[in-house]
């Protein structure tokens, strides 16, 4: 007889998937969007721009078919971009329940100390980190011991896969992180986003421990 399948793992592992496939549809409607502002500024226009001259004639210096065709897509894009972002966030309440006990209460700058009463338990490692980036920024240091990283912990982070789908479904969002440096616990705040000038949408290395 085959190994019974755990109802609440395939629900997780189903949601995860979701979560994968949206932050592609995501990822392909920011870059549309992307492709229309620059044709937008090509044109010296935005979306609240004129395209009429000051004696009411349209303006001959802008292609006006172009323009009015790349504000008409952005404003599609922009609700198709909500809707997205409404989806990841049902399919992540459903792939990241919420931790089994408390974390640790902490400030974003106060450290406290680990007793034996602490059920935090690490769940991956911070092995680099570009100062550069987002998790630079946010204080996050090489041998970092993760023990929460938004809503994901040792129960629920599925060898990193789930952390890797809210990293991917957070871009410009805070994520809370938790980490254990030093016999302390420390909370960071960080905003995951594109653009930095390195690679991924943090800038940091992890490994599950």
Known sequence: MGKPVNPMSSSRTQAIQEINRLTILKENIEAEMEGHRGRLEAEQSTMTSSLLTLDGFPRDDIDILAVR???VRLLELRNDLKSIMNQIEEALHQALPPPSSPPPASSSSTPMDVDASSSSQPFALVKSVDEKGPAGAAGLQPQDQIVLFGKVDASNHDNLK????????SEGSPISIQ????????????VPRSGWGGRGLIGTHIVPV
Do not use: E, F, P
């Open 179 to 190: 980490v254990l440096r030093d016999g302390q616990v420390k909370t960071l705040s960080m």
């Open 162 to 169: 789930a952390l890797a789908a809210l990293v991917g479904a």
């Open 69 to 71: 065709h790349a504000r």
